[in-house]
């Protein structure tokens, strides 16, 4: 049961246009949604989060967005630079109960030059 | 320089053969975790540790093995009974749970190569 997905496996995006990087959910009970980036043979870094009582938080060139209605939530980056060529995750937690990190399968972003 | 341990970054075992994964934090956080990834698939809880002398399964804890004696260390235990043990092996810290705070701080990783 994949509570977290991130249907697109990979992504190519020219260098400064915007990567739209997607994530969808199922628990109904996650309120704080987080993205990480993964180098090869790297552990995660974090990213940005969004908690559920916004719809947008922005650092720089990331903005993530959060639509709970649809339980959906997407990172922008723009202009992409080719230092952001790395797997995106994206994952959730519920404030209550078991408070555990659900990660999404993640997203390969390549920008081309 | 605060941050996350993992050693060894590349492990070599034969079947069989039981191997311990170090991880060790210096970042004074209550809850350790750990997660394996492989390829094509994202990051799956195995064990965490939300206080020490506490730790609680996660989503495949079956064949593995954790023990939280200290604050600042998680180590891993792969058995022999874990069935497909070959993978990318991430340790995490996070300030404890209950807290405002959910980002998880990661280390580099070990890969665990089981022949």
């Known amino acids: 049961d994949q509570q977290v997905k991130q249907n697109s496996p990979s992504l190519s995006v020219q260098e400064g246009r915007i990567s739209i990087l997607n994530c969808d959910y199922t628990?109904?009970?996650?309120?704080?949604f987080l993205w990480y980036k993964k180098y090869p043979a790297e552990g995660p870094t974090f990213l940005i989060s969004i908690s559920s009582i916004k719809d947008k938080n922005e650092d720089g060139r990331f903005t993530v967005f959060l639509n709970k209605s649809a339980k959906h939530l997407s990172l922008h980056i723009v202009p992409s630079q080719p230092g952001d060529s790395a797997v995106y995750f994206c994952?959730?937690?519920?404030?209550?109960?078991?408070?555990?990190?659900?990660f999404g399968q993640g997203t390969r972003l390549t920008i081309n030059p | 320089d605060g941050g996350i341990t993992q050693s060894p970054k590349y492990l070599f075992r034969k079947e069989g053969q039981n191997v311990t994964l170090s991880c060790e934090q210096n970042l004074n956080h209550d809850a350790m975790y750990w997660y394996r990834q492989d390829p094509g698939q994202g990051l799956r809880l195995i064990y965490y540790s939300q206080i020490v002398n506490d730790f609680q399964k996660g989503d495949i804890a079956e064949g593995y093995s954790v023990s939280r004696e200290k604050k600042e260390s998680f180590p891993l235990t792969v058995t022999s009974a874990q069935k497909n043990p070959t993978a990318f092996y991430l340790c995490?810290?996070?300030?404890?749970?209950?807290?405002?705070?959910?980002?998880?701080?990661f280390g580099p990783g070990t890969r665990l190569t089981v022949t």
């Open positions: 628990n109904s009970m996650f309120d704080y």
């Open positions: 995490a810290s996070s300030i404890r749970s209950g807290g405002a705070i959910y980002e998880q701080y």
């Open positions: 994952a959730a937690i519920g404030i209550q109960g078991a408070q555990k990190l659900v």
